[in-house]
């Protein structure tokens, strides 16, 4: 449907959504329909947070919590906005925590995107610490989701699945920008070999729908099974 503000949230399975909102670095933005609410898996970087808040208040979504795969800017920019307009709660991978809880500076793609983004704002802009932060433990899930650690592209990288609709949110571990899942260029990952490795579980996962943090979500699309080789 498209809303009062003009964002599509288009719906791909029985509970979760794409919000069609323009961002500056393409980052694919889900609404999970969950009973206590809805769950914004990746708010995107920084400038999503106005259309997000407008969306809340206008019922449009109930916001009840958000998930992140990760902590890259691009992924987790506005979860601090978002955080401050709403008070829900956000979780992550502890090894991903200390970029987005003040410990650390945030944490920056590898190579050449990575200096572009630092060129183009002072970092902690990108990425203001987040407050009420939780951390993801293992096995358990968090409302509808389950994480799963795939480690490699940053410390903390986790997909979530969702056993319900049988999907799976890919972050950056798998993109589809190539039409088929994909690694992201090494370039970009902290430990490439570490994140092709930790695809290991999700092979054997029964996900029929697979829905990434960059390219098109591939919904009843047999190329979602289309892993990488191992
Ligand atoms: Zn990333």
Redesign the pocket.
């Known amino acids: 449907m498209t809303g009062l503000l003009g964002v599509d949230l288009l719906e791909l399975t029985p509970h979760i959504s794409l919000l069609k909102l323009m961002n500056a670095t393409r980052t694919n933005i889900y609404v999970v329909r969950e009973d206590d609410g809805d769950t914004l898996v990746d708010p995107g970087p920084v400038g999503t947070a106005p259309i997000i808040l407008a969306l809340d208040r206008r019922c449009e979504i109930r916001l009840s919590r958000i998930l992140l795969t ?1 902590a ?1 800017p ?2 987790a920019g506005s979860t601090a906005r978002v955080v401050r307009g709403t008070g829900v709660r956000t979780w992550v991978h502890p090894d991903d925590a200390p970029f987005l809880d003040g410990r650390q500076a945030p944490l920056l ?1 590898r190579g050449r995107r990575g200096q572009l983004m630092a060129v183009l704002g002072r970092v902690v802009e990108l990425c203001p610490p987040v407050f009420r932060l939780q951390h993801y433990e293992p096995g358990v899930a968090v409302g509808d989701l389950l994480p799963i650690p795939t480690p490699g ?2 410390p903390g990288h986790v997909c979530l699945y969702h056993a319900k609709d049988r999907a799976l949110f890919s972050g ?1 571990a798998l993109v589809t920008d190539s039409g088929l899942p994909s690694l992201p260029p090494d370039s ?1 990952s902290e430990d490439p070999e570490r994140a092709r490795a930790a695809l290991g579980p999700l092979y054997d996962l029964p996900f029929e729908h697979l829905l990434p ?1 960059h390219g098109p979500p591939l919904v009843d699309d047999p190329r979602a099974r289309q892993l990488p080789a191992r």
């Open positions: 990760h890259h691009a992924h793609p592209h940053t950056d970009l943090g």
